[in-house]
């Protein structure tokens, strides 16, 4: 049977939890909000599936020979201000669903907790879009995308790494399952994002109705943190680097253990598709105006599926993505002081926690509001570009 002693062995992918014929493997939250599976050993027949499932003891790379690389993104303008980035996958979401296929990716749930979540209609499409980032809970999507591929659907799945190894091992080889796994820096904290909501809601007297962690108001090279209140009105808005949030998770500060050692960074993924940021378009030739994207393409069914959506694409060499998009293969680091802040997130509200490790210095207001001039006045996405060139 399943037994986790060791954190950074277990992904959250949830696949064991579906695949217990007893049904005796439940999910867990640790004091840091992360879920495990908990097996109980009175109902357990020792068939041990649940081991044979977990997709950190699988082989995580890709055997095929097709390795294609592009920047692009979506050529329908509405999709394109909407998404985070290029838009890609939901433009592919929106032909597979016009021809037949579910969709399954993330989105809120009514207490903006985060979720997978099966798609039938294009109109329920806008759920999907912008940027999430904290761990979704898959649930019994793996049960959904069996039923629905043995019902003769097909079925495109979005997901981090480890979940699309997750639904891999839990479905085997089926060509009617496409996946597409995005770039991923880490998942942080669900009991983080919990109280962090829970705290603007307090704050703002329960007017916001929704999120977007990647808003390109002032441009995808400065996405903002905009909470929305009735008829799409700014509640609260905030610089990715001025957001205390997002600085949290882009620290290294509050991640899943298994993301400081992740098993599933590679070029070579198991999925069909591999999508991400890419904020150096314009130096090979591509538009990133409102946003851009990398694809890798790994597989037939993958490129078929790129290939049939609206999107423009140049051709890039794989290496220079390797080289420019480093968390494809590269792990994000643990800040230091890790431990502490979840202790003091379990002691003290969640504001006072983020005041004192993400403080409001007045070197943070003027670096935002210096980059808010420097888009006024144009400047912005210009130099931003440069200090990208120039680490290089």
Not at 31 to 50: A, H, M, Q, S, W
């Amino acid at each position: 049977m399943i037994r986790i002693t060791d954190r950074t062995n277990c992904c959250g992918c949830e696949a064991c939890v579906n695949v217990c014929p007893q049904n005796c493997i439940e999910f867990f939250f640790d004091e840091e909000g992360f879920g495990y599976p908990k097996v109980d050993t009175r109902k357990c027949t020792g068939c041990n599936l649940c081991e044979e499932i977990c997709p950190m003891s699988k082989s995580k790379e890709n055997d095929a020979d097709l390795l294609l690389g592009f920047i692009g993104k979506t050529n329908n303008e509405e999709i394109l201000r909407s998404s985070a980035s290029g838009g890609v996958f939901t433009q592919a979401a929106m032909n597979f669903l016009r021809d037949g296929g579910i969709v399954y990716g993330v989105a809120y749930n009514s207490n903006f907790s985060v979720s997978h979540i099966r798609f039938a209609k294009e109109e329920e499409l806008y759920k999907l879009s912008g940027s999430k980032y904290v761990q979704s809970r898959m649930g019994d999507v793996y049960v959904q995308i069996t039923n629905d591929l043995k019902n003769g659907k097909k079925v495109l799945f979005c997901g981090t790494p480890c979940q699309v190894n997750g639904v891999k091992s839990f479905i085997g080889n089926n060509d009617r399952l496409i996946t597409i796994d995005i770039v991923c820096h880490a998942v942080p904290s669900p009991l983080l994002w919990k109280c962090y909501v829970s705290d603007m809601n307090n704050k703002y007297s329960g007017m916001i109705k929704n999120y977007n962690m990647r808003d390109k108001k002032y441009g995808y090279q400065f996405s903002h943190f905009i909470a929305y209140g009735d008829k799409e009105k700014e509640v609260y808005k905030g610089g990715t680097f001025f957001n205390q949030y997002l600085r949290a998770f882009f620290s290294g500060i509050c991640n899943r253990p298994s993301c400081y050692k992740c098993r599933f960074k590679t070029i070579k993924r198991n999925s069909d598709i591999t999508l991400g940021d890419c904020f150096y378009a314009r130096e090979y030739g591509a538009s990133d105006k409102d946003g851009a994207c990398i694809i890798v393409i790994h597989t037939i069914n993958g490129k078929e599926i790129i290939d049939n959506a609206d999107i423009q694409r140049i051709p890039i060499e794989i290496n220079t993505i390797v080289k420019r998009s480093k968390e494809i293969t590269y792990s994000t680091e643990e800040d230091y002081r890790r431990k502490a802040f979840f202790e003091d997130l379990n002691k003290h509200n969640v504001n006072i926690v983020l005041d004192k490790y993400f403080p409001m210095s007045f070197i943070v207001y003027f670096k935002y509001y210096l980059r808010i001039v420097l888009c006024k006045i144009g400047l912005h996405d210009f130099l931003k570009r440069s200090i990208i060139r120039f680490r290089k």
